[in-house]
T-cell receptor, first 115, second 114 residues
Framework: KAGVTQTPRYLIKTRGQQVTLSCSPISGHRSVSWYQQTPGQGLQFLFEYFSETQRNKGNFPGRFSGRQFSNSRSEMNVSTLELGDSALYLC??????????????FGQGTRLTVV | AQSVTQLDSHVSVSEGTPVLLRCNYSSSYSPSLFWYVQHPNKGLQLLLKYTSAATLVKGINGFEAEFKKSETSFHLTKPSAHMSDAAEYFCVVSSSGSARQLTFGSGTQLTVLP
């Protein structure tokens, strides 16, 4: 069974630009969550999608948005990039949402550098 | 509301000696608890999980953790450290109800000395 696939693995963007990151969950998994990891703030929850609907959102500005397609693939978009958006962005898939005990499987992440 | 506190940001042990990584949690609902490991430039790998079954949970690579409700703790242990265990470890809580997202601790960097 293929794992969670995130593309691209590395990205360098300029301040003010926008970026789109992609995540393909494990086959059959319908829940996709996004996390931002930085040395200063650690791992922070961005949002969760299930069946193309955003089910939960973390405390991030509106520049961060996402969507999920009918095949469960998800994209995350960041507009008007700031230097502080430089981070490792991790995607996780779960078989079910609303199931606290369901374990999340993580991709290797996309390393975004804003210059 | 839910939160996780990892009591040590860095732990250093010698190869072959026991490992103890400490975690305390806070949750308004019956929590599920996880330990994840992250090797450099890699994603997160699940080590073990507690979901209200047995309080002593065994995971991969010889790790185990004990859920202690009275102490709100979920410490991770391993009897004998291996060089390959050097990585960052995250304690994670997930609750039922509206706060379904995972809440991560700040991480513990484990160094294994030869």
């Amino acid at each position: 069974k293929a794992g969670v696939t995130q593309t691209p693995r590395y990205l360098i963007k300029t301040r003010g630009q926008q970026v789109t990151l992609s995540c393909s969950p494990i086959s059959g998994h319908r829940s996709v969550s996004w996390y931002q990891q930085t040395p200063g703030q650690g791992l922070q929850f961005l949002f969760e999608y299930f069946s193309e609907t955003q089910r939960n959102k973390g405390n991030f500005p509106g520049r961060f948005s996402g969507r999920q397609f009918s095949n469960s693939r998800s994209e995350m978009n960041v507009s008007t990039l700031e230097l502080g958006d430089s981070a490792l962005y991790l995607c996780a898939s779960k078989a079910l949402t609303g199931t606290a005990g369901g374990e999340a499987f993580f991709g290797q992440g996309t390393r975004l550098t804003v210059v | 509301a839910q939160s996780v506190t990892q009591l040590d940001s860095h732990v250093s042990v010698s190869e072959g000696t026991p490992v103890l990584l400490r975690c305390n949690y806070s949750s308004s609902y019956s929590p599920s608890l996880f330990w994840y490991v992250q090797h450099p430039n890699k994603g997160l790998q699940l080590l073990l999980k507690y979901t209200s079954a047995a309080t002593l949970v065994k995971g991969i690579n010889g790790f185990e953790a004990e859920f202690k409700k009275s102490e709100t703790s979920f410490h991770l242990t391993k009897p004998s450290a291996h060089m390959s265990d050097a990585a960052e470890y995250f304690c994670v809580v997930s609750s039922s109800g509206s706060a379904r997202q995972l809440t991560f601790g700040s991480g513990t960097q484990l160094t294994v000395l030869p």
